[in-house]
């Protein structure tokens, strides 16, 4: 019976919700939302309305948003009541949102679940804009995620990817789920550079935070019923055990040089000489993001690499023979190598094109009314820049949905927020501050992945690799990535 009151509200929840959206949406026979043309005041808006809040707009799939946006154009406006959300989908749109006026773009839209999740909203990626947030991403540039902290990283990145190789060199011929075992992988690098080699709550924190991204995923949920009490009960937990790995580090603060993300934060909370002043739940907070922002998005692109070249066998052969050839007989012996990759750093990027980790990249919100492209985008305008879409433009790109990395052989486009054409890091004030740390590891690890390996498929699936997405606000494989690795001895091909 209790458990049944328990429900009582989420059950009202849901009902309440259903009813309000169904007066605006007309999901047809084929699950079609229904669109419509509409005149707003003020301003000169002749977009598609379509029954849709914010929280629909997040769990609408961004292949979704390309074919309504291919038919009402790359600036959509998506209305629910008072609510409104544009919709970005062309480059020059892209560019104006993310360069001309991003000071006036550079603000995340409030999310209780966020509020609930990262402590008030108070770490970096659920920040408002303002000189809270500015000091904090200040200190991420320059201390946490700076390229030489990213370099100290390196016998970090080195040794897990070695444990890696090794595991697999013990399956040769027989099938390893590399989806999994290649997750694994980032999170130990994040969580040793994060906390530093002697924690000893690594795993159960690991654990706990792949939870509650996948939770966060659901921001829909977690906004419309935060009340619940799981919710609360995720975040208490991790809480708990945040608040142990915290203690513990601070007591080796002092001892003997340490340079774990945490430290040195906690460095910067004891000095003491902030604008801002950063308490224990602001580090708790910012942890949190190092791991949600930063794991499964490098696992993914590394999963998504090798899927993509098992489908372009010539490509995969082409990595393998750079890489092969670079490394020499002795295999992988100086980071400086990886520079010469030009090749495997060109599969990178058009992995990152054809499946940007987050498809729809994390939500802006308009802070000063300005107008764009003719249109007057209100203020509190919630804006999703689609660069998965912009990403597969036939504007930009020639053959846009096939996987050829030779097209940035020659070509200056980088993804490091200049070229609004591919923006899988999203770009401006807002751009994703863990680029060299994120690169650092899916480069060493595909490298060696290559060099150590050929890689067959299954028996039962040799002729067809499922490339299908899940659906969800990351683009993940829908299935795991299962693949036979044959080992290659450089020796005897010398
Ligand atoms: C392949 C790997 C990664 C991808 C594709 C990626 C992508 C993104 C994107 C699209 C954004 C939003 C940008 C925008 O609003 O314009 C973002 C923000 C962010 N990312 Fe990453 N990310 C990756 C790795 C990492 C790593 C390794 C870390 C940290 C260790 C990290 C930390 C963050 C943080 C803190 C933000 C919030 C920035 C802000 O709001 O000021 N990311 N990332």
Redesign the pocket.
């Known amino acids: 019976m209790d458990y049944l009151i328990s429900f009582l509200p989420f059950l009202l929840y849901s009902l309440t919700f259903i009813l309000f959206v169904a007066q605006f949406v007309k999901v047809g026979k084929r699950s079609k939302i229904s669109v419509k043309t509409l005149n707003l005041p003020p301003g000169p808006w002749k977009l598609p309305l379509i029954g849709s809040i914010h929280h629909l707009v997040g769990s609408l799939p961004h292949y979704r948003l390309r074919e309504l946006s291919q038919k009402h154009g790359p600036l959509m406006h998506l209305k629910l009541g008072e609510a409104s959300t544009v919709v970005v989908s062309s480059s020059e749109v892209a560019k104006d949102v993310?360069k001309t006026y991003d000071a006036m773009f550079?603000q995340?839209p409030h999310q209780i679940g966020a509020d609930i999740m990262c402590y008030g909203s108070t770490?970096?990626?659920?920040?408002p804009y303002g000189g809270y947030?500015k000091q904090?991403?200040r200190i991420?540039s320059q201390e946490?995620?700076s390229n030489a902290r990213v370099r100290s990283f390196r016998s970090i990145r080195e040794e897990e990817v070695a444990n890696l190789v090794r595991y697999i060199e013990t399956k040769t011929g027989s099938c390893v789920n590399l989806s999994e075992k290649v997750a694994c992988m980032t999170s130990a690098i994040?969580a040793r550079?994060?906390f530093g080699e002697k924690c000893k709550d690594q795993e159960e924190f690991i654990s706990l935070v792949k939870k509650l991204v996948k939770v966060s995923e659901g921001v829909l949920i977690l906004d419309l019923f935060p009340s619940h009490k799981w919710i609360h009960e995720l975040h208490r937990k991790y809480d708990v055990i945040i608040g142990n790995i915290i203690r513990e580090a601070e007591k080796s603060i002092g001892e003997e040089e340490v340079n774990s993300?945490l430290s040195v934060l906690l460095k910067i909370k004891n000095q003491g000489a902030l604008q801002h002043p950063l308490t224990i739940q602001n580090i708790k907070a910012?942890m949190l993001?190092?791991?949600?922002?930063?794991?499964d998005?490098?696992s993914?692109?590394i999963e998504w690499a090798m899927s993509e070249m098992m489908e372009n066998p010539k490509v995969m052969s082409k990595a393998q023979e750079e890489v092969r050839r670079v490394f020499g007989s002795k295999g992988y012996t100086k980071e400086e190598s990886l520079e010469e990759l030009k090749f495997l750093k060109a599969v990178i990027k058009e992995t990152?094109r054809l499946h940007?980790?987050?498809p729809l990249?994390?939500?802006?919100e308009c802070r000063e009314s300005c107008e764009v492209k003719g249109y007057r985008i209100p203020v509190g305008t919630k804006v999703i820049?689609n660069?998965w879409a912009i990403a597969r433009d036939p504007e930009c790109w020639s053959d846009a949905e096939k996987f050829y990395p030779e097209r940035f052989m020659d070509s200056p486009i980088d993804?490091k927020?200049f070229h609004h054409e591919l923006?899988?890091?999203?770009?401006?004030?807002?751009?994703?501050?863990?680029?060299s740390?994120?690169?650092s590891?899916?480069e060493l690890c595909l490298a060696q992945l290559l060099y150590h390996f050929n890689w067959e498929l299954p028996n039962e699936n040799k002729e067809n690799l499922e490339m299908t997405e899940a659906l969800g606000a990351y683009s993940r494989r829908k299935t795991d990535l299962v693949l036979v690795p044959i080992s290659y001895n450089p020796l005897s091909h010398s």
């Open positions: 993310m550079a995340r770490d970096i990626a659920t920040a947030w904090l991403r991420c946490l995620l994040t550079a994060a993300l910012v993001n190092m791991f949600g922002a930063g794991t998005t490098s993914a692109v990152l940007p980790p987050f990249l994390l939500p802006r820049v660069a993804y927020g923006i899988p890091f999203g770009a401006g004030r807002r751009i994703c501050p863990g680029i740390f994120g690169v590891s899916i």
